[in-house]
């Protein structure tokens, strides 16, 4: 089992920053992919960001250039999400995936116009 939190979450301006955080917790060995999704309001769940355990990154096209996805060793991952747009408002969510798929229990973001 691998338990997730997730932190750093808010309010931002348009235009603004944050950094968002995800710790793992318990069978992090099994851990190869970790990542970052979105659920927006009436919508369905997107990939924003995921890393593998070797680094390489890949990015939704809507925040390439703006976000950039880090890992700290096995089981730390960080999202810098920098000219937010009112578009970025969602609930993030972090994932790792390995065996199986395992998912935190959402940080809310919300950028003001």
């Known amino acids: 089992q691998v338990q997730l939190v997730e932190s750093g979450g808010g309010l931002a301006q348009a235009g603004g920053s944050l950094r968002l955080s995800c710790a793992a917790s318990?069978?992090?060995?099994?851990?190869?992919?970790m990542g970052w999704y979105r659920q927006a309001p009436g919508k369905q769940r997107e990939l924003v960001a995921t890393i593998t355990r070797g680094g390489s990154t890949d990015y939704a096209d809507s925040v390439k250039g703006r976000f950039t996805i880090s890992r700290l060793y096995a089981n730390t991952v960080y999202l810098q999400m920098n000219s937010l747009k009112p578009e970025d408002t969602a609930v993030y969510y972090c994932?790792?995936?390995?065996?199986?798929?395992?998912w935190g229990r959402g940080t809310q973001v919300t950028v003001s116009s």
């Open positions: 994932n790792a995936n390995g065996a199986y798929d395992y």
């Open positions: 318990g069978s992090i060995f099994s851990i190869n992919t």
